[in-house]
T-cell receptor
Framework: SQKIEQNSEALNIQEGKTATLTCNYT??????LQWYRQDPGRGPVFLLL?????KEKRKERLKVTFDTTLKQSLFHITASQPADSATYLC??????????FGKGTSLLVTP | GAVVSQHPSRVICKSGTSVKIECRSL??????MFWYRQFPKQSLMLMAT?????????EQGVEKDKFLINHASLTLSTLTVTSAHPEDSSFYIC??????????????FGPGTRLTVL
């Protein structure tokens, strides 16, 4: 069955450092992968989408990589700030189908 | 752009009553909306896919008679939890697909509805 794995342990980093979150998947060939941010008691907020034929995507301080051979995506936040503290979800999809979400990784950025 | 609203944000009801949750796409048309529920520290669980003008498609294990979905227009979908019980207490989130994004299924989420059934 399809499986999406995100590190269940919270990631604690110091302000200013780069946060790197991992999303691994098995038994799946997604056409694209998306990253969302979710704050407690709120709905997810879309951040970035990367397609299967793209290796890397950037948006301001965010960078996403997508390795379809390793079946892995890495999500980087550079120069992290306390305001970046949240849960980050990866989601995989194919056109016409609903997204499949991982459980998310909690990020805590301390001053 | 791409804003999705949900109403109400919180609802507390007695066991046995029905609760309706509205999901609206405010600045785009969404032919497809999705309903999820999320338990604490768990992933979003897809409940059903709602297509405008047709019957919703429910995921396995989701009772269609208990979770009634109506997608009457391109900007509104409703989820009605009928005869709610305490085990239905959860965080319900809708999302809408913006077809302007080239068919890549980017979904924009509402802020969620916290349902508590006493």
């Amino acid at each position: 069955s399809q499986k999406i794995e995100q590190n269940s342990e919270a990631l604690n980093i110091q302000e200013g450092k780069t946060a790197t979150l991992t999303c691994n998947y098995t038994n799946y060939s997604p056409a694209y992968l998306q990253w969302y941010r979710q704050d407690p008691g709120r709905g997810p907020v879309f951040l970035l989408l990367i397609r299967e034929n793209e290796k890397e995507k950037r948006k301001e301080r965010l960078k996403v990589t997508f390795d379809t051979t390793l079946k892995q995506s890495l999500f980087h936040i550079t120069a992290s700030q306390p305001a970046d503290s949240a849960t980050y979800l990866c989601a995989l999809g194919n056109s016409g189908y609903a997204l499949n979400f991982g459980k998310g990784t909690s990020l805590l950025v301390t001053p | 752009g791409a804003v999705v609203s949900q109403h109400p944000s919180r609802v507390i009801c007695k066991s046995g009553t029905s609760v309706k949750i509205e999901c609206r796409s405010l600045d785009f048309q969404a032919t497809t909306m999705f309903w999820y529920r999320q338990f604490p520290k768990q992933s979003l669980m897809l409940m059903a896919t709602s297509n405008e003008g047709s019957k919703a498609t429910y995921e396995q294990g989701v009772e269609k008679d208990k979770f009634l979905i109506n997608h009457a227009s391109l900007t509104l979908s409703t989820l009605t939890v009928t005869s709610a019980h305490p085990e239905d207490s959860s965080f319900y989130i809708c999302s809408a697909r913006d077809l302007r994004e080239g068919g890549t299924d980017t979904q924009y989420f509402g802020p969620g509805t916290r349902l508590t059934v006493l």
